[in-house]
């Protein structure tokens, strides 16, 4: 019986011994909305994506451009819930150079910009976009 209790106990102190150190290895990760706008943040000033203006402006014209291949480039180096916020950004930074009428022009187009490019989002509502 003795021995009984001792195997138990020397089983139960293996079993405590095992989930502790499983416990113990196991982290979690959390990402703020701050640290996520932050990256994007970064990503945006990194990433030009001045062929996706030209090629936005050229749109506007009805003209052919080249500029799309490179602008599909530049965005596909971005995360996918960056890309709209970097156009919105790119475009303010262009607003005072544009009519109103240029700028609604330039946001239909760039709405459907990263589908063109066959990648997410499939559009963009830049009315609801935060920088």
Do not use: W
């Not at 009805?62 to 480039?73: A, V, Y």
């Not at 950004?89 to 609604?104: A, I, N, V």
């Amino acid at each position: 019986m003795a021995k009984l209790a001792s195997a138990a106990a020397l089983l139960a102190a293996l079993l405590f011994i095992a989930d502790a150190s499983a416990f113990a290895t196991t982290f979690t990760t959390v990402i703020t909305d701050d640290e996520r706008r932050e990256s994007c943040r970064e990503q945006i000033m990194r990433q030009s994506l001045g062929p996706c203006m030209r090629y936005m402006r050229e749109q506007m014209s009805d003209r052919r451009s080249p500029n799309l291949e490179q602008c599909c480039e530049q965005m596909r180096d971005m995360d996918e819930n960056c890309r709209c916020r970097g156009l919105h950004h790119k475009m303010m930074d262009q607003s005072e150079q544009l009519s109103g009428e240029e700028m609604r022009k330039m946001m239909e187009k760039a709405e459907h910009l990263p589908s063109k490019c066959n990648m997410g989002p499939r559009s963009c509502d830049f009315g609801r976009i935060a920088l």
